[in-house]
Structure formats: C-alpha cells, structure tokens
Nanobody
Framework: QLQLVESGGGLVQPGGSLRLSCTASGFTLETYAMGWFRQAPGKARERISCISSSGGSTNYADSVKGRFTISRDGAKNTMYLQMNSLEPEDTAVYYC??????????WGQGTQVTVSS
C-alpha cells in the first residue's frame, strides 16, 4: 500500500516546539518534491513549506519563515518539519504531500497541532 504517514502533532504551549515527521511506505521519496500544508478550522488549506527532491531548495510561507524548518532524510524515507516559537495561530491539521512526474501525488492523513496555554 502506497501511503504517507504523519506523526509528531500534539498540544503545546505558545512559544514551544514540535517536530512533525512524514514517512512514506510502499514507495521511495527519492524523486519526489515534498511539502507541508495546514488547514485551520473554517479556513482553506495552505502550503507552508516545500522542499525539492534533492533537498537543496526550500521555500516557506511568510507566516512561518524564521520559525519552521523543513528537511528530509533519504535513508529514513522521511520528511520533517521542525516548528519553533509556536503561536496559537499555528493551530491546524498539518498534512504532508509528495509529488512527482507521472503524475504521482500523495497526501498524508493529517496530524493535529494545537497551540494553547
């Protein structure tokens, strides 16, 4: 079964940190560009960060720039999102996405991140 599985979400206080993971099973991420998206209640899904297949190029939405870091580990077939200085506005369901030629497009099931005191 080809799938992406996110983990690492949870409840954290403002100013805290979390690291999200996105692991592929059934296929290798080597040729896939990847991204993290989030969707808050009542809002559209937005892309917050993306990384090239080689990992050499990254991009961030202004809302998370300087606080979040995207990375990938080919040996572990996993992508990460390190989130620091979390704010209540970061509360959302976070999704990972992998795209390649073909076209191949996979989404994870989502992981909830709640930032609250």
């Amino acid at each position: 079964q080809l799938q992406l599985v996110e983990s690492g979400g949870g409840l954290v206080q403002p100013g805290g940190s979390l690291r999200l993971s996105c692991t592929a099973s059934g296929f290798t991420l080597e040729t896939y560009a990847m991204g993290w998206f989030r969707q808050a209640p009542g809002k559209a899904r937005e892309r917050i960060s993306c990384i090239s297949s080689s990992g050499g190029s990254t991009n961030y939405a202004d809302s998370v720039k300087g606080r979040f870091t995207i990375s990938r580990d080919g040996a572990k077939n996993t992508m990460y999102l390190q989130m620091n200085s979390l704010e209540p506005e970061d509360t959302a369901v976070y999704y990972c996405n992998a795209v390649s030629t073909g076209p191949r497009n996979y989404w994870g099931q989502g992981t909830q991140v709640t930032v609250s005191s």
